[in-house]
């Protein structure tokens, strides 16, 4: 859980993926994802808050929105369809995204135009709401802008963390709605409340090394990871 804090502290995502890729060895998948699902909250506000000198809702709202609209729709109905041509077209859509930076990064201060934050959020949001693998729309969108890290940082765990809330919300609802209960449990509390304290030193060195790591190098890595997301949702959906 501490090894997933830093890695967001970093590089402003990456929580979800490092946890759930090592939390099974020790757990239940399920049991994981819902402990992944809350902690990814007090991630994402700790987060915030260390990078809060580079917030604006202004360029926040956007994405907010965009993911809100789509987060239901995934949600409700595309679990209901082939969702194996949704992710398959996620993957098309990242390597197409990573291809496209190398080639125009060769440009002087090149971004995805502003209007484009919408379609990117709430494909995400649609994304998010059917498999909780929201995040890469939403961060190339964001690390293609020419903010500062901090900004970049600080938006996406604004837009992580109300959209995790929501969903959290939705998943709650249907599990009480369908059963009578949810997936949470004492035991997952105290695993979540024990992973507080190194989590918390996780994210101030994650901060550190964020300050330290050249604005090349953090773009040119994660776009490197969003070229092999892509090629991994496109291949293996």
Do not use: E
């Amino acid at each position: 859980m501490a090894a997933a804090a830093f890695v967001q502290s970093v590089s402003g995502f990456g929580m979800a993926i490092v946890a759930v890729a090592l939390l099974p060895l020790v757990m239940d998948l399920k049991d994981a994802i819902a402990l992944i699902a809350v902690f990814n909250l007090f991630v994402s506000t700790l987060t915030l808050f260390w990078n809060r000198s580079g917030f604006s809702w202004s360029i926040a709202r956007p994405l907010v929105i965009g993911m809100i609209v789509g987060i239901p729709v995934g949600y409700y109905f595309l679990q209901n369809t082939d969702s194996t041509i949704l992710i398959r077209v996620l993957g098309i859509v990242l390597i197409l995204i990573a291809i496209s930076d190398t080639i125009l990064a060769r440009k002087h201060h090149y971004s995805l135009p502003t209007w484009s934050a919408w379609p990117f959020a709430i494909f995400g949001g649609v994304i998010g709401g059917a498999f909780n693998v929201g995040g890469p729309p939403i961060v190339a969108y964001t690390y293609s802008q020419s903010w500062s890290k901090t900004q970049i940082v600080a938006t996406l765990q604004i837009v992580f963390l109300i959209a995790g809330f929501f969903r959290n919300g939705l998943m709650i609802s249907h599990d009480l709605t369908t059963s009578g209960r949810t997936d949470w449990s004492w035991a997952l509390a105290t695993n979540l409340l024990a992973s507080i304290p190194l989590a918390i030193l996780a994210i101030w060195m994650g901060k550190k090394c964020l300050d330290r790591i050249p604005q090349s190098i953090l773009r040119a890595t994660v776009f490197t990871f969003i070229f092999i997301m892509g090629t991994k949702y496109l291949f293996f959906p």
